[in-house]
């Protein structure tokens, strides 16, 4: 009998160790049975295709829209037991990562398998350091960009934009060329990122700074002014370097599963990466963050909460920062971000947004409708305050989560890269629309007078310039 499936997907050597566990399947169409293998308590979707009524038709397929409950591939980089509320990278758990690593130290260990020596330590690190530059033409493509856009545009168009720096990265067999992508992807991202920021606010673009760490280097590109150098109190450093951990990886979700997808077509590494700062804009994704700090604004008052939480319970909000699709428990992000807060609010300034934060937290988890659906804080419930209190504005939530999340994808497509089950990816559809029409030339086709066109026009936002 199969051993039972896990919460957040099959788990290598939980099923069937010994290669016997089948499944078997009557067709009450026809009446015959099949027996088909379960390995790692899954079966392969493409097993079904041998059952059929005629000989000549397709073969039955598997139906699952978002593929909630499909495995699209192998992967040794990141454990999820949603049900436990436990988060682990390459074996080790996030909370022991927090404490004991930093971010590049977890890039490492997320795209070469084990943690690193001392010397290769030094080296990635090193290289990550060296490779913070950006081409002097990334500069003038972020100038093109309107004063007000939205820095997840800017950073995608930037992502995307590398692959035409580094033409070479096309070679995606050769292991060098792979090396080298991933270091300038780790090391540019947030030097794009900070770019985006300093176009916002009509600032100067700050270049990187090699003395510091990774995130310090970071904050500094964004807040460096008048100052020959600029380096941030240790507890934000120290805090964001958590944020970055938290945020490296998280298995097969809506971003990764991009840059899988588009990688799976053997484009070069940074268009594939693009692909996943797209799906990472989204506001059901990396976007959230972003949703729970407007939310929190509009809530404005404590006293707000209970007509809040009836409009969320009546469906007309959603309570951002709350559920996942995996975790079903507490998630595990949520409660070390909140460990590191305190030191972040000691040095920083007040935020009354902290205490709606926690009094909504105390009030949807003390109430039925969010305890039934098993709905809790998510990573971007507390992430956005802490950035908040970073003085990061809003609109630069999800960039900063494309910064580590930059490792994870780019972890995920090297070991695509090396799976010898690695296909494009396809998936098959039900199709629902008409077939075999015959073709109505246009004086002869009846319809309603209505055109269907875009609605009558908006105001337009001022423009700078002409
Ligand atoms: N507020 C209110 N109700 C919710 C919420 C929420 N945040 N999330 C889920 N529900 C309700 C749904 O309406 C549904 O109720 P029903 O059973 O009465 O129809 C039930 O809970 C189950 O929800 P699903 O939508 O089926 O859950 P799913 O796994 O598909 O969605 C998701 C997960 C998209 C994260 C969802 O919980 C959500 O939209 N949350 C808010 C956005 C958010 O915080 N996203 C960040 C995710 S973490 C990350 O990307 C890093």
Redo the contacts with the bound molecule.
């Keep these: 009998m199969a051993t039972e499936q896990q919460t957040t997907g099959a788990s290598a050597d939980s099923g069937a160790a010994n290669g016997t566990e089948t499944l078997t399947v009557t067709d009450n169409r026809t009446g015959k049975t099949y027996e088909l293998p379960i390995t790692d308590s899954t079966v392969r979707a493409m097993d079904l295709r041998q059952i059929k009524v005629h000989e000549d038709e397709f073969g039955l397929m598997s139906f699952d829209p978002a593929s909630t409950n499909t495995a699209s591939c192998r992967s040794s980089i990141t454990y999820i037991d949603g049900d436990k509320g436990i988060l682990e990278h390459r074996g080790y758990s996030i909370e022991s990562l927090c404490q004991n690593s930093s971010f590049l130290e977890v890039a490492y260990l997320l795209i070469w398998g084990k943690l690193p020596t001392q010397a290769q330590l030094e080296r990635w690190t090193f290289d990550i350091t060296h490779h913070t530059f950006v081409h002097e033409d990334l500069k003038h493509l972020f100038e093109g960009f309107r004063y007000d856009a939205h820095p997840m545009g800017m950073l995608l168009s930037g992502v995307g934009a590398l692959s035409t720096f580094y033409p070479d990265a096309k070679q995606i067999k050769d292991e060098e060329e792979r090396y080298m992508a991933a270091v300038r992807l780790i090391a540019k991202v947030p030097t794009l990122a900070a770019f985006s920021y300093r176009h916002n606010m009509g600032l100067p673009y700050v270049y990187p700074d090699n003395d510091l760490s990774f995130a310090e280097n970071f904050l500094s590109m964004v807040f460096r002014k008048t100052e020959a150098k600029h380096i941030p109190k240790p507890e934000l450093a120290k805090a964001l370097d958590v944020l970055f951990i938290l945020h490296a990886d998280h298995e097969q ?1 809506c971003s990764t599963n991009a840059v899988r997808g588009v990688g799976s077509s053997d484009v070069d590494p940074y268009s594939a990466v693009a692909a996943g700062v797209a799906a990472l804009y989204g506001p ?3 976007g ?1 963050n972003e949703a729970v700090l407007r939310m929190l604004r509009r809530i404005d008052r404590i006293d707000n909460i209970p007509d809040f939480l009836e409009r ?1 319970k009546s ?1 007309e909000e ?8 995996v975790y079903k428990n507490y998630d595990p992000r949520a409660r070390i971000i909140q460990e590191h807060m305190p030191a972040v609010f000691e040095a920083t300034e007040y935020n009354p947004l902290v205490e709606i934060a926690r009094e909504l937290e105390k009030q949807a988890l003390a109430d039925e409708y969010f305890t039934s ?1 098993k ?1 809790y804080p ?3 419930f507390y992430s956005g305050i802490i950035y908040e209190a970073l003085g990061i504005p809003t609109d630069m939530f999800t960039v900063i989560f494309a910064i580590p999340r930059t490792a994870g994808w780019v972890a995920q497509w090297m070991e695509m890269q090396e799976d010898p089950e690695k296909k494009i990816a396809r998936p098959r559809q039900i199709y629902t629309g008409e077939r075999n029409l015959d073709y109505v030339a246009v004086d002869d086709r009846e319809g309603p007078e209505k055109i269907v066109g875009p609605p009558a026009r908006r105001p337009k936002r001022p423009r700078r310039g002409a």
């Design positions: 979700n059901l994704h990396g959230a969320v469906q959603k309570l951002m920062g709350f559920g996942h699709r659906r709905l998510n990573v971007d």
